[in-house]
């Protein structure tokens, strides 16, 4: 029988990742077993898409301690993979905070007294049970991250339902991949679609290429899967479409949204949020809370990840390559979370 479909799931003392690198062509998994693996499988994207990237940061704390590394260090490993997506920095801060109130007096994280000599069996049992510990809260972030996106996908309906009440079909506009892939469960901007559907609204969507990287196949093999009516454009299709009246709103998602409500997503979301604006279509942000960064006053303090030239190919050219771009909160119609829908100058209303 075909294993599940699962993004990430546990398999004993390891991790088991739906490997997006190879997708949609084949499905094939791939074992995290170390620090490393999971540090890899971040960097080479193996997994992507700001929760999921958090939820596999999770799992890293655990199998690096499983390993005996001290957790600082497992932290600035898995910390320096992806600079722009918050829910990495998020799971990180959430695991160091629950570790740290269980460390065992006198004891470094790698089981060795703060002088360096063994510890004792009683420090070890504490050690052991800090892995575990570890096990438990990064379990915790995958499931809440499936809860949270359950409840935008409720959410988001609502947005959808007012424009089927009055047409045929809803025709939605989707950037990257914010479905289930870039979760734990899901997605984020493919929620409410989802949603809809299994509500019986008409939905189609309009899935963009998403050069270089192509994420856009990824969400037209998940909504192929899902029998949802979709079109694959070129991301430069996509102001065309709106023209024409072809589109009822945009939903995207998110890797960081600060605290002004500008949001960071796949680079080609902003243009498409400047000709949402032009032509009256709304343009929408769904994301959990853990991807607003209220330390972050806006968008020009967001770190934009710089990709490698080689994304485009053998080009003998010089090459700029930003993984992302920010839409400024007020091309914003609203921002989708787990809370409700808020307007985007509003976040404070969902800060935890
Ligand atoms: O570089 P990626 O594929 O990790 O980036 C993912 C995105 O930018 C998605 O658009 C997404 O909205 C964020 S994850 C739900």
Redesign the pocket.
Known sequence: MDPPLQTIREDGAAVVILDQTRLPRETAFVRLGTLADAARAIRV?QV??????GATAAYGVALGLQEGLPLARIIATLAAT?PT?VNLRWALERMRSALEKCRPAGVQPNGLREEGLPAGAGALSALAGRQDLAWDEARAIAREDAEANAAIGRHGLEILKPVAAMKDRVEVMT????GWL??VAH???LAPIYAAHAAGLAVHVWVSETRP?N?GQLTAWELARAGIAHTFIADNAAGLLMMQGQVDCVI????RIAANGDTA??IG?YLKALAARAHGVPFYVA?PVS?IDFTCPDGMHIPI?ERSAAEFGALHTPVANP??DVTPAVLIAGIVTEHGSVPADQLARVKP
């Open positions: 994207m992507r898409g700001a929760p999921l990237i992806r997506a950037h990257c991949n914010a870039a979760t997605g984020t901007a990287r994420q995207v998602g998110a890797d997503n796949k979301t994301a991807t990840e993984a992302f």
